[in-house]
């Protein structure tokens, strides 16, 4: 059943009155009603908004992982369940720029809570198109820079809406963002002097490879990694390779590395990990990013 039908039978079924909700409206600038015991109630979309959302929270917010750990992010759709969990939420966490196919058919079940668009501020109109290497790319966070943006978002959030504890967010999204700012600084370090081009798994790493300078090709030309590579699609980018001298091909951990060791058998070299960190659990932001630029470096290094 797809999502709009499924939304539309929950809004008939499901919906009740909230009165345990205190936010009402999409208004950041509500603010939440709350007493000494009380926390936001917080679910976040997907895996790496999870961790930006717990470092800026910690034990001041109770959140929640919407999709589960494992699920990839392209592939789901909410449940009856998890629409009741939506709606007892203060605020739902998302990534924005279409990565939550499902997140307009909230109006439908009338959600009174607030949806923070961690995008907000990073794909500005007034950016030169020079400056945004893919609209359709909605990997926004495997770029450092533009994940501070995103925890800074979530810090602002939380603070309208729980302005007694606004310092408390504020202070730890502070240090989180100092935390990103060395994870950038040593990408950009380690990469400065290396080749440009690799070969990536699917069209993930667009705003990583602008911040630093590189120049990202891909098996899969889609934002789904599920999608399917056409035999003329694996002769271009042997092809690419081949003439680039690309040693190394890219894979997922949540994809099957087939593809990825096809293309390296033809152009004798080997299959790495780079991770687009929607469906990590093992590690954290910060190591699973550091992993990545290891396995750049051994690529490109």
């Not at 999502?3 to 929950?10: E, G, H, L, N, Y």
């Not at 950016?127 to 800074?152: C, M, R, T």
């Not at 979530?154 to 504020?170: G, H, M, R, T, V």
Request: hydrophobic share 40%; net charge negative; glycine share 4%.
């Amino acid at each position: 059943m797809n999502i709009q039908i499924k939304f539309a039978i929950i809004a008939i079924a499901v919906i009740i009155p909230l009165s345990s909700i205190a936010v009402y409206g999409t208004d950041s600038n509500q603010q939440f009603t709350t007493t000494d015991s009380s926390k936001l109630q917080v679910i976040s979309s997907f895996y790496t908004l999870h961790e930006f959302s717990q470092n800026v929270g910690q034990e001041k917010v109770d959140i929640s992982l919407l999709v589960p750990v494992g699920v990839e992010p392209h592939d789901w759709g909410p449940t009856i369940k998890d629409v009741q969990r939506m709606q007892k939420s203060d605020l739902i966490i998302i990534n924005g720029i279409g990565f939550e196919n499902w997140v307009d058919n909230l109006k439908e079940i009338d959600y009174q809570g607030v949806i923070v668009d961690t995008s907000n501020g990073i794909l500005d109109k007034n950016l030169s198109k020079e400056q945004i290497p893919s609209f359709g790319d909605p990997h926004i966070w495997l770029n450092p820079i533009y994940a501070k943006i995103q925890v800074q978002n979530i810090a602002n959030a939380f603070s309208n809406l729980d302005p007694k504890n606004q310092e408390y967010y504020q202070s730890n999204a502070e240090k989180y963002i100092e935390e990103l700012e060395f994870l950038d600084l040593k990408i950009r370090n380690e990469l400065s002097n290396c080749n440009h081009d690799f070969v990536a798994f699917h069209d993930a790493f667009s705003y990583f490879a602008y911040e630093y300078n590189l120049n990202q090709h891909t098996i899969i030309s889609s934002n789904n990694p599920h999608a399917e590579a056409t035999a003329k699609t694996l002769e271009n980018v042997i092809s690419t390779a081949k003439e680039l001298n690309i040693k190394v091909i890219f894979s997922e951990e949540n994809v099957n590395p087939r593809t990825s060791q096809i293309i390296a058998n033809e152009i004798d070299g080997k299959v790495l990990v780079l991770s687009p960190l929607e469906v990590s659990s093992d590690g954290t932001y910060i190591s699973k990013m550091i992993e990545n630029l290891n396995n750049l470096k051994e690529a490109l290094c």
